[in-house]
């Protein structure tokens, strides 16, 4: 649910009504490239307790600009942004990955970057981008698609099993010294 005071419930139920009402899923171009990188760092900056994602660069938001510019620019990927009556509230971004050379299917649809704004979560935006990168996947005839998260979010271990994704391998890091 959006969230809202509880003494505000109607307002709430209007906002929410809005944001249902109001929602498309389209693929970022150039032109989104600052709310791209705005999201996209948002994400970063909630896992901020991983032992990857927690070591964020000082200029990461100076290399996102140029990263993200390059992937907007790739004809093997994707990133979608939801939007709620023209406003940024989520992206995802699906790219075309090959697979192991010995095993198949030779390609497959890799899902990152998965990011709803606080405000507009549990309303259906996710799953509004993830119908979008599966018709985007089917149209390029991949019929697999794979991701990672985070092990310690519980909201995204819950979202991907309600989205039918099974657990196939865990990765571990090993801090040398
Ligand atoms: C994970 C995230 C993208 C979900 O986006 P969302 O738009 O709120 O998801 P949806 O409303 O489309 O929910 C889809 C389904 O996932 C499940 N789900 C979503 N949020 C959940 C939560 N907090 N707890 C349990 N299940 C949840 C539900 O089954 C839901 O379907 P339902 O609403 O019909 O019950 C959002 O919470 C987010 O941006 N979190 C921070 C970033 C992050 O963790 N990204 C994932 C990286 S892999």
């Known amino acids: 649910m959006i969230e809202h005071p ?81 406003v940024a509230v989520g992206v995802l971004r699906c790219i075309t990955s090959a697979g192991l050379p010995l095993l198949f299917p030779a390609r497959h649809g890799y899902i990152s970057s998965v990011y709803v704004v606080p405000t507009a979560r549990r309303h259906g935006v996710l799953r509004a981008l993830f119908t979008a990168a599966i018709d985007w996947c089917r149209a390029r005839g991949l019929r697999e698609a794979r991701l990672h998260n985070a092990v310690e979010n519980e909201t995204a271990n819950a979202v991907w099993d309600a989205l039918g994704f099974q657990v196939v391998e865990h990765l571990r890091v090993c801090h040398l010294s």
């Open 6 to 86: 509880a003494s505000d419930q109607r307002q709430s139920l209007e906002a929410d009504a809005r944001l249902d009402a109001g929602l498309t899923v389209r693929p970022a171009t150039m032109a989104d490239l600052a709310v791209v990188v705005e999201l996209r760092l948002a994400l970063l900056r909630e896992h901020s307790q991983n032992p990857i994602y927690r070591r964020l660069r000082p200029d990461a938001p100076a290399r996102a600009s140029r990263l993200f510019a390059a992937q907007l620019r790739c004809s093997s990927e994707v990133t979608f942004l939801a939007e709620s009556d023209g």
